[in-house]
């Protein structure tokens, strides 16, 4: 199992959450899972922020072997779920990557009630901000991932069961025991290795949906479907890592997501009468192999030069002056991580984030960023 956590640098919240949930592993010993943290706005090899690395050293973490990282597909792709600190992080996980939509959510929905922070709040960033703020967002951090970690430990079968039909009555509201025919159920996906946050996840998402609708759920049969949906992406998910794939294959690789991709911006733009991007997307499918027998890296580097080519042909088509607002909208986006990057980094940060923001201004899709 994969998890990783996503914010805005990746030298605060995402790095802490991180470091948090390895220690909770290490304690627990949960054999078996991946920890990953990654930022979006694309800053590479920086360190954690000077507040951030005394206070998790303060309660006994090393964050100091910590180097921030861009988001990219690959990490993406793999992660079974996804955990984010802000709202406007799930937005830039929509445009990005709209095929993880599923397995994307607010670390602060693992927050008590009675908690540090409403469940479903942003955690806030207290880059810039006095030490007191820091440690705020720490206290939220350690109790959103103690909450996770418990439901990532892997229990004996008893607990397995117990934890699913309390989860199941008090969402149901009544303490009445499971029917038989739940307990099969609940049985299959103990023998299938269903993991249990997955179950938890499925039951809230049902009685969520069926409150608004004023519905109601009787039975773990309403369940079961969003569980196996559910079970069924994370086995593609882990299918798609696994090496090659077969000459003219899965709908799901990326060649073929991102000729989708493509198509549908190539009659957008047919349709606006925009010549010279018509023509740039017709050369960018061209050069797509309609076969899939590459593996998963290098249909990663082929279609990342391909998307540089399309980010030439949106700078050559944008006057200077709106590619200098762009740029300085970037920077500005940037600027609370200024003090704490290199001049390389950057620079390296802002081509990146500029060059992004530019083709989304263009509708030129992402290929390099899927499932």
Not at 230 to 239: F, V
Not at 297 to 309: K, P, Y
Request: glycine share 8%.
């Amino acid at each position: 199992m994969t998890i990783l956590f996503v914010c805005s640098g990746n030298m605060h919240r995402s790095a802490l959450a991180a470091c948090m949930l390895r220690e909770h592993i290490v304690r627990s010993k949960m054999p078996g899972i991946e920890v990953l943290s990654a930022g979006t706005l694309g800053l590479e090899g920086e360190e954690a922020l000077p507040e951030a690395r005394a206070l998790a050293e303060e309660d006994g973490l090393d964050l100091s072997p910590h180097r921030s990282r861009a988001l990219r597909g690959g990490e993406v792709g793999r992660a079974d779920l996804i955990l984010v600190m802000e709202r406007l992080h799930l937005g830039a996980m929509e445009e990005s990557y709209p095929e993880a939509g599923g397995r994307c959510r607010l670390l602060s929905e693992f927050a008590a009630p009675e908690g540090p922070i409403l469940p479903g709040a942003d955690i806030p960033d207290a880059i810039g901000e006095p030490m007191d703020k820091f440690r705020h967002t720490y206290g939220i951090l350690r109790h959103c991932v103690g909450r996770l970690a418990e439901v990532l430990v892997v229990p004996d079968q008893d607990a397995y069961l117990d934890t699913i039909a309390n989860r199941f009555g008090s969402r149901k509201g009544t303490p009445l025991p499971l029917a038989p025919a739940d307990w099969q159920i609940v049985e299959r996906w103990w023998q299938g290795g269903v993991p249990l946050w997955v179950i938890l996840e499925s039951i809230d998402e049902v009685f969520d949906r069926k409150e608004r609708g004023g519905g109601r759920v009787l039975r773990l049969a309403y369940i079961d479907r969003i569980v196996e949906r559910k079970r069924g992406e994370l086995s593609r998910i882990r299918s798609m890592e696994a090496g090659p794939h077969a000459p003219g294959g899965t709908q799901d690789h990326p060649f073929h997501v991102a000729r989708q991709r493509l198509e549908t911006a190539l009659g957008r733009a047919r349709a606006e009468g925009r010549t010279a991007h018509e023509s740039a997307l017709t050369r960018a499918l061209e050069e797509i192999p309609r076969t899939c027998d590459m593996r998963f890296e290098d249909a990663l580097e082929r279609l990342e030069a391909i998307e540089d080519q399309l980010t030439r042909m949106c700078r050559e088509a944008t006057p200077e002056s709106e590619l200098a607002a762009l740029t300085a909208s970037c920077e500005e986006e940037l600027e609370p991580y200024r003090t704490r990057m290199t001049p390389e980094a950057h620079r390296a940060t802002l081509a990146r984030l500029a060059a992004t923001r530019l083709r989304e201004r263009h509708g030129v899709p992402e290929l390099s960023t899927f499932l």
